[in-house]
């Protein structure tokens, strides 16, 4: 099937339900921060989120009650500080209990590789020594059946919907990713489902070199034009990382209360449109 | 004699670690400073290589995370991360990786995922991100990290990746044939591990620190080599460097303050 240009409200409404396991990804790049404030105000509960990693639109969701598990590697506020969200979460309970099931990079990275390859599961050198295994039964050590070496096994990631931003899609609905390009491709094939905002829909592709990080129409769901949709983050060749609102983001989820009314008032009364403003105040 | 913080002498004497022919792969944090100012002064050919993918970068100013466009731009190749952990990581082609802590132990094993219990944390931190698999897969690891009791503990709480484990041959046992911590540099002295039990030991102290400062800031029973050296202090071009680039950074990024 071929990928659908729809509004936002429309591609979370069709695409993500209660309880679904979904992959918000950015590897601090490109982070699809305007999908996250529509699911947050569809009011989508129970999901399984699965992130490299986490940093401020799943402290939103988190905070924002969405969230029963999160799969990460690394959360923070990068080069801030913590996340204050998935903090009183893990430790206080707050909105509710959160669970956690946590990996390494290179375990995640090789699970979404794995996803994308129809594997059951990932193989790698990996968690030698650590304590992570311990406390995370979904890490495993296997044989290999030639050498004998012990190798370690994660389940491949197979979210339901995964959820990106990249810089362009042409009019047929194929794909362009250009800078820091993550596990967003991965993450797109390795789910059954996929949302794909992007800063602008262009004519073709002319002056794209041949090797580009692409997909085809055909390989995604749903697309939908939101113009500064990774504001605070940024969108390479558009838009610089908002730092100022990093920083801000560590006093506003630092108290429950002031969380909440920024919630109110930025997300609940807010809407996609709201973030080409951002684009244009961050453009360097 | 030129004047300089306990934090740019632990800045240059971790630069100083770094050889232009490595490839090093940099952790977040303190590690970044460090591995530019070696590129910006004795080592410009080294090859730094941030998980984020970038390989072969050069940023004229410091990232604000891992992810900076700076990073992408100035580099060689930006690559997938899978790629990154897979082939260039995992594949065995990085000579050195530079990482920080939370909390260290003697034998260099490094918590960067709780404070207290894992199920009951006192403090929840960010996690391991990729420092599990540098820790193991790179030629070897150099830690850099300001010295406190706090951070220098007798065991730490969570060991999110291995260095000597608990000493002698057992870092091998894991299967790990990797060379591990083989330099700690502090904000006052630079320690290395025991050839035989793998213990960090001081083997050479910053200009105008006493052995007591580093008993004092350290949890665990300091041993300290039989010919103690005195780490040469920054010179005068490694401090303008190191400033240039730090008033360049804070320049570039002050707009988004």
């Given at each position: 099937?071929?990928?659908?240009?729809?509004?936002?409200?429309?591609?979370?409404?069709?695409?993500?339900?209660?309880?679904?396991?979904?992959?918000?990804?950015?590897?601090?790049?490109?982070?699809?921060?305007?999908?996250?404030?529509?699911?947050?105000?569809?009011?989508?509960?129970?999901?399984?989120?699965?992130?490299?990693?986490?940093?401020?639109?799943?402290?939103?969701?988190?905070?924002?009650?969405?969230?029963?598990?999160?799969?990460?590697?690394?959360?923070?506020?990068?080069?801030?500080?913590?996340?204050?969200?998935?903090?009183?979460?893990?430790?206080?309970?707050?909105?509710?209990?959160?669970?956690?099931?946590?990996?390494?990079?290179?375990?995640?990275?090789?699970?979404?590789?794995?996803?994308?390859?129809?594997?059951?599961?990932?193989?790698?050198?990996?968690?030698?020594?650590?304590?992570?295994?311990?406390?995370?039964?979904?890490?495993?050590?296997?044989?290999?059946?030639?050498?004998?070496?012990?190798?370690?096994?994660?389940?491949?990631?197979?979210?339901?919907?995964?959820?990106?931003?990249?810089?362009?899609?042409?009019?047929?609905?194929?794909?362009?990713?250009?800078?820091?390009?993550?596990?967003?491709?991965?993450?797109?094939?390795?789910?059954?489902?996929?949302?794909?905002?992007?800063?602008?829909?262009?004519?073709?592709?002319?002056?794209?070199?041949?090797?580009?990080?692409?997909?085809?129409?055909?390989?995604?769901t749903a697309i939908v034009e939101?113009?500064?949709?990774?504001?605070?983050?940024?969108?390479?060749?558009?838009?610089?990382?908002?730092?100022?609102?990093?920083?801000?983001?560590?006093?506003?989820?630092?108290?429950?209360d002031s969380f909440t009314a920024?919630?109110?008032?930025?997300?609940?009364?807010?809407?996609?449109?709201?973030?080409?403003?951002?684009?244009?105040?961050?453009?360097? | 004699?030129?004047?300089?913080?306990?934090?740019?002498?632990?800045?240059?004497?971790?630069?100083?670690?770094?050889?232009?022919?490595?490839?090093?792969?940099?952790?977040?944090?303190?590690?970044?400073?460090?591995?530019?100012?070696?590129?910006?002064?004795?080592?410009?050919?080294?090859?730094?290589?941030?998980?984020?993918?970038?390989?072969?970068?050069?940023?004229?100013?410091?990232?604000?995370?891992?992810?900076?466009?700076?990073?992408?731009?100035?580099?060689?190749?930006?690559?997938?991360?899978?790629?990154?952990?897979?082939?260039?990581?995992?594949?065995?082609?990085?000579?050195?990786?530079?990482?920080?802590?939370?909390?260290?132990?003697?034998?260099?094993?490094?918590?960067?995922?709780?404070?207290?219990?894992?199920?009951?944390?006192?403090?929840?931190?960010?996690?391991?991100?990729?420092?599990?698999?540098?820790?193991?897969?790179?030629?070897?690891?150099?830690?850099?990290?300001?010295?406190?009791?706090?951070?220098?503990?007798?065991?730490?709480?969570?060991?999110?990746?291995?260095?000597?484990?608990?000493?002698?041959?057992?870092?091998?046992?894991?299967?790990?044939?990797?060379?591990?911590?083989?330099?700690?540099?502090?904000?006052?002295?630079?320690?290395?591990?025991?050839?035989?039990?793998?213990?960090?030991?001081?083997?050479?102290?910053?200009?105008?620190?006493?052995?007591?400062?580093?008993?004092?800031?350290?949890?665990?029973?300091?041993?300290?080599?039989?010919?103690?050296?005195?780490?040469?202090?920054?010179?005068?071009?490694?401090?303008?460097?190191?400033?240039?680039?730090?008033?360049?950074?804070?320049?570039?990024?002050?707009?988004?303050?």
């Amino acid at each position: 099937m071929v990928a659908r240009f729809m509004s936002l409200k429309e591609a979370v409404a069709s695409c993500i339900k209660d309880g679904d396991t979904v992959s918000m990804e950015g590897f601090t790049h490109l982070i699809p921060h305007a999908a996250g404030h529509e699911v947050i105000r569809q009011g989508i509960r129970d999901l399984t989120l699965i992130r490299m990693t986490p940093d401020m639109i799943y402290d939103q969701l988190i905070g924002a009650g969405c969230a029963r598990k999160l799969v990460f590697s690394w959360g923070g506020n990068p080069g801030v500080g913590s996340l204050h969200r998935l903090r009183d979460a893990v430790q206080e309970g707050w909105p509710h209990k959160l669970e956690i099931e946590e990996h390494s990079h290179a375990a995640m990275a090789n699970a979404y590789d794995a996803g994308a390859a129809g594997l059951p599961c990932a193989v790698f050198k990996g968690y030698r020594g650590a304590e992570l295994p311990r406390v995370n039964k979904n890490i495993k050590f296997i044989e290999c059946p030639f050498t004998g070496e012990s190798l370690a096994a994660v389940p491949a990631i197979r979210p339901d919907v995964a959820v990106v931003h990249a810089q362009k899609a042409n009019k047929k609905g194929d794909v362009l990713f250009e800078g820091i390009v993550g596990v967003q491709k991965e993450a797109v094939l390795a789910a059954k489902k996929s949302i794909i905002t992007v800063e602008e829909i262009v004519d073709n592709f002319d002056d794209v070199p041949y090797n580009a990080v692409m997909l085809p129409n055909w390989a995604v769901t749903a697309i939908v034009e939101v113009p500064g949709g990774a504001h605070p983050s940024y969108a390479q060749g558009y838009y610089k990382r908002d730092n100022a609102f990093y920083k801000a983001w560590d006093k506003i989820a630092n108290d429950r209360d002031s969380f909440t009314a920024w919630i109110d008032e930025h997300v609940m009364k807010g809407g996609p449109e709201d973030f080409a403003a951002k684009r244009e105040a961050n453009k360097g | 004699m030129v004047d300089y913080t306990p934090t740019e002498m632990m800045t240059v004497s971790a630069s100083r670690a770094l050889k232009n022919d490595d490839v090093c792969f940099v952790g977040i944090g303190m590690p970044s400073a460090a591995c530019n100012l070696a590129r910006l002064t004795h080592a410009p050919e080294l090859t730094l290589i941030y998980e984020s993918g970038t390989i072969g970068t050069k940023p004229d100013v410091l990232p604000l995370s891992i992810g900076d466009g700076e990073l992408c731009e100035t580099a060689v190749n930006t690559v997938p991360v899978p790629e990154m952990f897979r082939y260039w990581l995992q594949g065995g082609k990085i000579s050195v990786g530079f990482l920080g802590a939370a909390q260290l132990d003697k034998y260099g094993n490094i918590n960067t995922t709780v404070i207290g219990d894992y199920d009951d944390p006192k403090v929840r931190l960010p996690g391991g991100g990729g420092a599990p698999e540098i820790a193991t897969s790179c030629g070897e690891v150099f830690l850099v990290m300001k010295q406190s009791k706090r951070g220098f503990v007798e065991k730490i709480d969570f060991v999110t990746s291995l260095g000597h484990g608990k000493g002698g041959d057992d870092r091998a046992s894991y299967g790990v044939d990797t060379k591990g911590p083989s330099r700690l540099i502090t904000d006052l002295c630079i320690m290395e591990p025991h050839p035989v039990g793998k213990h960090f030991i001081v083997t050479s102290i910053h200009p105008g620190v006493k052995r007591e400062d580093i008993i004092e800031n350290t949890g665990w029973a300091v041993e300290f080599a039989d010919e103690l050296a005195e780490t040469p202090v920054p010179d005068a071009h490694e401090l303008q460097v190191l400033r240039d680039l730090h008033a360049r950074t804070a320049k570039a990024h002050e707009g988004q303050q």
